[in-house]
Structure formats: C-alpha cells, structure tokens
C-alpha cells in the first residue's frame, strides 16, 4: 500500500477477532523483528508475546488505548536497554514501521500506552525482554476490516507545524511546493501521536529539516517524534530523499524541544 494511502485510512485496531496469529504470519514477524533487531544496534529490543490472555488480564485496569486496557492475542514489546532518548525515538520508529509491514499481511495493531507500570510487572509477561519498556503494541486480525479516510480537518495546517530559518516565520504552501516538499507535510501530519495533539514542529534552514517537539511530555513525545520521522522518511522516498536522521534529543524545558535533523 502507498504510503500516502495508508496515512490517510491509518486506524488503530480496537476489536480483534478471537483468534491466533498464525503460524506462517507468526514466522514473517520474528523475521521482521530479527531484522529490525540488527538494523537497530544495542539499544533497542522488540519481543513478541502469543500469551495474550495473560497479559490482557495482567494489565487490566492498568494500562490501554485511553484508559482501556485492549484485548488482543498477541502483543509486542519495546525495551530499550539504555537511558539515552534517542534510543526511544529509534524504538518508535521501528515499531511504527513493524505496523505498515503487519498491515499489509491484515494484521491490525494499536498502542498501548503503559503509564505507571514498572517493568518488574512486565518482564514475566514478556519472556526475553529486559531493560526499559515503555510501550507495548497490541497485534492481530482486526474485528472489523473496513477502514475510512481521516477527515482533513482534523489535522492542522501546514503553517502551524512547519517553519522557515526561525519559529517566528511560518511556512507558507507555496514555498514548500518550490522546494518539493510540500506534499510530504500533507500527508505526514496524519501520523499519530498521542491524545492526538500532533506536537511536531519542523523547521527549515537551507536544506536541512529539524524536527521539534512543543510542550515537551517525556515518553511520549519522544516516542511522537520517532512515528512522524519514519513517515517523513517514506514520504520523501517519493523526491529522492534517503538520508539518515541525526538523532540527539536536547531536553531543555524550553517550548521547542529540539529532536533530530537530516538533509533533503
């Protein structure tokens, strides 16, 4: 599926049917994950989980999309095995890119977010993982399969969230069109994040884009930034654009909290 389109149909999966991953879907996972594993170096650790019963009751009352804890009969976990921000932003790149990939074999997912709970109550859930676990993703085959567009007025404008030399100069439509980018910013603001604030905010020098987070919330704004940077990076597969991001989170309590960088 084109990126474009997935964006705009994207849904988390809330009802999942009442059935196992698998087999030969289970082995395209840990194949996914292995290799994810070995792109991602040292830092950052996805393990899957087929005891979902388990950890639906584990968590229950817990943790959960918006305070509900999901029901699903897999789920997936990220551990980070350092304490660099930057590690977490990788986490949650990758993982958001284990979603498009489970997508297209018809296998829904959704965040769940783990608020108070220590990771001393997720390691039996989890066997193998280790470190910090902010984040778990629920996966399996959605209830329901019909997806709809997200209404565009949901999203902000592209002078809101993209600036030019300095936050004090928004970015209008046509001079993101002359620089060819302006399509990417269309569609990546469709990404989620969290309570659906849509907290990023790009800046513009030269040919360099910086990404930024507003009002600054830990965790979950790191793990914001690394969702949007893997679709900034997919959507500028479409111009050419193959760099790397330079990740190096400078939390400072400042009301742009800087993330990365990379050239166009």
Request: hydrophobic letters at 35%.
């Amino acid at each position: 599926m084109l990126t474009t389109n997935f964006l705009k149909s994207r849904t988390s999966t809330r009802e999942f049917k009442d059935k196992e991953v698998s087999n030969s879907d289970l082995n395209k996972i840990n194949e996914f994950l292995e290799n994810a594993t070995l792109v991602s170096g040292a830092n950052v650790r996805l393990f899957i989980a087929k005891n979902g019963d388990e950890i639906y009751k584990g968590l229950q009352g817990l943790a959960g999309y918006g305070g509900i804890m999901i029901k699903a009969p897999s789920y997936i976990s990220l551990s980070v095995l350092n304490d660099e921000p930057k590690s977490l932003v990788e986490g949650a790149y990758l993982i958001e890119k284990f979603i498009t990939f489970a997508d297209e074999m018809g296998i829904g997912s959704c965040w769940i977010s783990l608020g108070d709970v220590v990771n001393e109550d997720l390691y039996p859930l989890f066997t193998g993982a280790s470190g910090d676990i902010p984040a778990i993703l629920a996966i399996g085959y959605p209830l329901k399969t019909k997806k709809n567009d997200h209404k565009y007025t949901d999203r902000i404008a592209n002078s809101d969230i993209v600036f030019i030399d300095s936050f004090d100069n928004p970015a209008t439509d046509e001079q993101l069109e002359q620089r060819g980018i302006n399509e990417i910013f269309n569609y990546a603001k469709y990404a989620p994040s969290s309570y659906n604030s849509q907290p990023w905010r790009f800046l513009l020098t030269d040919d360099k884009l910086s990404i930024y987070i507003e009002d600054f919330k830990g965790n979950n704004s790191l793990i914001d930034a690394g969702i949007i940077m893997y679709y900034i990076d997919e959507l500028g597969k479409n111009i050419s654009s193959n760099t790397k991001w330079d990740i190096e989170p400078k939390i400072s309590g400042e009301i742009y909290t800087y993330i990365a960088s990379k050239n166009l």
